[in-house]
């Protein structure tokens, strides 16, 4: 079994089921990666029914990093706790100093390389499909392109949407950065005067194109989806109708997409 090469520095849990994870290499340094790519993290496998203490080694899975590239200390995640899942309930309780496995190699295609610089992008993700576009926004943003960023992140309650704080930050130090929150299910208690509905929703009222003064088409901007994969199907077909094409090897288009799950 591969040794547990990694230590959790900080968590910071955001709602009973979403937490982000600072974690630190053992012994061994962060490679290069580029903002949109993942880690695949595993913690041992808790022992099956009727075998006894014995574990059957390490349960793996991928997770974007939400770190940008240049930061060389730690990484960070930011994950949900999938009930039935295998390795989340078990990441969502860990606490700073205990120790889990990364694999030290990155992977992942979904980056902002195939989106010409001279392009416009906009970020549309569902929950924790947010942590790419975060890697991608603290390295490139301070880039003078001209490209406008806008980023889309829809959750189902207002406490989900990490890192809302940071972005607004960056709002007020980068024009040709917009953001448009949206929740489905704000919390009685929780006073939010945001978009309400899902990210199909801020696409199909014209927000972005109102705030950049003109609509975003397949001739001057690319769309990224991360996320829940019915919210990536369902924005494909929108697109699709307004002429946009899906990014294929061999066949360069303006949709880029990375499902979850």
């Known amino acids: 079994m591969p040794e547990l090469n990694a230590v959790v520095l900080e968590r910071q849990e955001l709602s009973p089921h979403t937490m982000l994870l600072r974690v630190a290499p053992v012994g061994w340094e962060l490679p290069e990666f580029q903002p949109g790519q993942y880690a695949v993290l595993g913690l041992s496998a808790p022992p099956r029914p009727g075998a006894g203490a014995a574990t059957d080694g390490l349960v793996q899975r991928a997770y974007s990093i939400a770190s940008g590239s240049r930061q060389r200390e730690h990484l960070e995640f930011f994950v949900t706790r999938i009930r039935s899942g ?11 100093g205990d120790r ?39 390295t490139h943003l301070e880039a003078r392109s001209g490209r406008n960023l806008a980023v889309v992140h829809g959750a189902r309650f207002c406490a989900d949407l ?10 007020r130090q980068h ?34 194109g ?11 901007t690319h769309v990224l989806l991360c996320g829940n994969p019915a919210m990536v199907d369902e924005m494909t077909a929108l697109l ?10 061999g066949s360069p288009g303006e949709i880029h997409a990375e499902r979850y799950w």
């Open 240 to 249: 699709e109708r307004e002429g946009f094409r899906p990014d294929r090897p």
């Open 100 to 138: 889990l496995y990364v694999r030290p190699a990155f992977a992942g295609t979904f980056t902002l390389d195939r989106v010409p610089a001279d392009r416009h992008a906009v970020l549309i993700a569902t929950g924790t499909g947010l942590a790419p576009y975060m890697s991608m926004l603290r």
């Open 162 to 171: 990490a890192y809302r704080a940071e972005i607004e930050e960056a709002l």
């Open 175 to 208: 024009r040709h950065l917009s953001y448009f929150p949206i929740v489905s299910a704000p919390e009685p208690e929780v006073a939010w005067s945001g978009l309400v509905g899902r990210v199909q929703d801020v696409w199909r009222s014209h927000a972005i």
């Open 210 to 220: 109102n705030h950049w003064g003109f609509e975003p088409s397949p001739a001057d």
């Open 86 to 96: 295998e390795l989340s309930p078990h990441l969502c309780e860990l606490r700073p």
